[in-house]
């Protein structure tokens, strides 16, 4: 539930989730997306997991929005620059230490103002340093364990632009 508010506020409308599980972010992001008119695309390694999410995708009634990629999702994350051009929000919750090669597929994706979240980030501390060092990302960290990482963007002296947090236009 802590990664629904931030959807609608930043106009997002490309959701990237990895690490579906049941299903349940998932369905607090997509709820958060129907006020903008979006979709999520969230990765599942596990056959068992994703049948259970498509199921509970379809019963809370937002399966329309959804486009579960099943399988590994180091894998399958470069064929997302084939069906989007950008994406608004990230959400990390699946093998932690994937995290950083998770980032620097989607990095490149994620749109000026994008929100990178990330759970159980204390279990990641190569992420922690990845998303630390970075002079184009700036990290809130939200209690011990989740972190929320704005994708900064720049005026025309490179300088970070920090009045900056809306959609593109």
Same mark, same amino acid.
């Given at each position: 539930?802590?990664?629904?508010?931030?959807?609608?506020?930043?106009?997002?409308? *490309?959701?990237?989730?990895?690490?579906?599980?049941?299903?349940?972010?998932? /369905?607090?992001?997509? @709820? $958060?997306? +129907?006020?903008?008119?979006?979709? &999520?695309?969230?990765?599942? /390694?596990? $056959?068992?997991?994703?049948?259970?999410?498509?199921?509970?995708?379809? +019963? $809370?009634?937002?399966?329309?929005?959804?486009?579960?990629?099943?399988?590994?999702?180091?894998?399958?994350?470069?064929? &997302?620059?084939?069906?989007?051009?950008?994406?608004?929000?990230?959400?990390?919750?699946?093998?932690?230490?994937?995290?950083?090669?998770?980032?620097?597929?989607?990095?490149?994706?994620? !749109?000026?103002?994008?929100? /990178?979240?990330?759970?159980?980030? /204390?279990?990641?501390? $190569?992420?922690?340093?990845?998303?630390?060092?970075?002079?184009?990302?700036?990290?809130?960290?939200?209690?011990? *364990?989740?972190?929320?990482? @704005?994708?900064? !963007?720049?005026?025309?002296?490179? +300088?970070?632009? +920090?009045?900056?947090?809306?959609?593109?236009?």
């Amino acid at each position: 539930k802590p990664v629904k508010p931030e959807v609608p506020e930043i106009g997002a409308k *490309r959701v990237v989730e990895i690490g579906t599980s049941n299903g349940y972010s998932g /369905i607090w992001l997509c @709820l $958060a997306l +129907r006020q903008t008119g979006g979709k &999520l695309y969230t990765y599942e /390694i596990d $056959a068992g997991r994703a049948k259970l999410a498509r199921e509970n995708f379809k +019963r $809370a009634g937002v399966d329309e929005l959804v486009a579960l990629i099943e399988g590994d999702a180091h894998k399958e994350l470069p064929k &997302l620059k084939d069906t989007v051009d950008s994406v608004d929000v990230v959400f990390l919750d699946a093998d932690k230490d994937g995290y950083v090669d998770y980032l620097n597929k989607l990095r490149p994706l994620v !749109r000026p103002g994008g929100l /990178i979240l990330a759970d159980n980030m /204390i279990s990641a501390p $190569a992420y922690v340093e990845a998303v630390n060092t970075d002079p184009a990302l700036e990290t809130l960290y939200i209690g011990f *364990r989740f972190g929320v990482t @704005l994708k900064k !963007r720049f005026d025309r002296e490179g +300088r970070p632009d +920090r009045a900056f947090l809306g959609p593109t236009q």
